[in-house]
């Protein structure tokens, strides 16, 4: 019911730790690592948990944020910076908002948050469905990871704590990232073989303006679907299209031999 | 204009440093300190403030809390145990909107906090207006102290950003501590002379619940004037009183002398 917390690079076991013991703190348990730096497991995250062991124990370990959010089906992306994508911006409070309302509907939901220094890159925000900006000093931006942590879970506890009883509604299951995943790459395998993507150097960031444009909408599985659907009715198409000028062009090779 | 922040008896520098870090984030700068463990100044709070660095230079150290809340007008302390003081319980949230308006009739406020492992004394929570709880799992309560200032300030900062412009209302002005405690000390030094504390080792308990009953309340300075005259009247009379029978006693022994 409760959101996964997936840490994206961490760089400091201490830190890891330090997150472990505030889920804790806000009953939260299930803990996802990205790719963290110094390895995993390692001693010093235990031991800054202060008793806090069970999400460090069971703490799952990823190549890459799209694995590490491939089974959940509304994931916000925590960050302090105004990024370039077109994603809703909520405060942690709102945030915390939605994402109850989604595990109301029996949704797999999380927060992603990036390592110490370097954050969260774009091309990782973009398979969020939102940003959340916590309300810091701009004068005063560096926000330690776990105190990042904390807040949001907190405001999860409080808006469980204040919940009325959860009214169950009837709903299409919503599209988890592996879903999603398997769009976005099945849509940018076939722009490549249109030669969309012009210039080259453009590619990242129009892929990323496009994952964020088509996941914000938070399609349902059968929406997916229907998606994939029109990729493939649409490049089989450009296919058929491609053939006909192709045995068009031979016919009038041909008929050139013929005159 | 922003709630002091109060530590009181810190352990580790390094969670000082912490405090004013995330202190920094919400724009908050009075920290003070009561009796921190290692003494001050410690090197590690620095190193652990990620260059903040200003509530560190300017942090002021105590010898008692109720020393360190002298000139405030309003202070919560922050406890996640329940008490046996009649004083009002509050989430962050709605203590921060206490703040929030005490500060814009002109207050001086602040948030009070207790060391790692001690928290605070039930004396010290006394000198308070009320208790701020966060709504921790109880199946694991140990919430580091960094974690508990962040919640709050982060609070207080929502708040503010959430808050109207302003309306400037007329009052008369809140008392201070200093002047609480002066009430306190001399309506306790006058119930000690009138044998008012029995049995004795009841003394603490009572004198804690007479605090919070009297403090909760907010009392003017006007009105802890007044409430000071009242003592010096009901003391002055018990003295008029025994001096009376004292007189007619001697009057009486005189008199039996006398027939």
């Not at 229907?226 to 068009?248: D, E, N």
Request: proline letters at 6%; charged letters at 25%; a neutral charge.
């Amino acid at each position: 019911m409760a959101p996964v917390i997936i840490l994206n690079a961490p760089q400091l076991a201490e830190n890891i730790g330090a997150v472990a013991r505030v889920m804790a703190n806000f009953g939260l348990a299930d803990l996802r690592l990205v790719n963290p730096r110094d390895g995993w497991p390692q001693e010093r995250a235990w031991a800054l948990a202060s008793g806090a062991e069970w999400p460090l124990n069971d703490a799952q370990v990823f190549d890459s944020v799209a694995d590490a959010i491939a089974d959940l089906q509304l994931v916000f992306a925590t960050t302090a910076r105004p990024r370039e994508l077109q994603l809703p911006i909520l405060t942690p409070r709102a945030a915390a908002g939605e994402l109850f309302e989604a595990s109301g509907r029996g949704e797999r939901i999380g927060l992603l948050f990036g390592g110490e220094r370097a954050g969260l890159e774009t091309a990782d925000i973009a398979l969020c469905q939102a940003v959340v900006t916590i309300p810091i000093d701009p004068r005063f931006r560096s926000l330690n990871l776990a105190q990042a942590v904390a807040i949001n879970v907190y405001e999860w506890r409080t808006r469980v704590a204040d919940a009325p009883p959860a009214i169950f509604r009837e709903h299409s299951p919503t599209a988890d990232g592996a879903a999603m995943l398997g769009l976005f790459e099945h849509l940018e395998r076939e722009l490549d073989a249109a030669g969309f993507f012009h210039p080259p150097d453009k590619r990242p960031s129009m892929v990323q303006n496009l994952r964020s444009a088509l996941g914000k909408g938070r399609m349902s599985e059968q929406e997916v679907r229907t998606f994939r659907g029109v990729v493939t009715a649409l490049s089989r198409g450009r296919g058929r299209v491609l053939a006909k000028l192709a045995a068009q062009k031979a016919d009038k090779v041909k008929a050139g031999e013929a005159e």
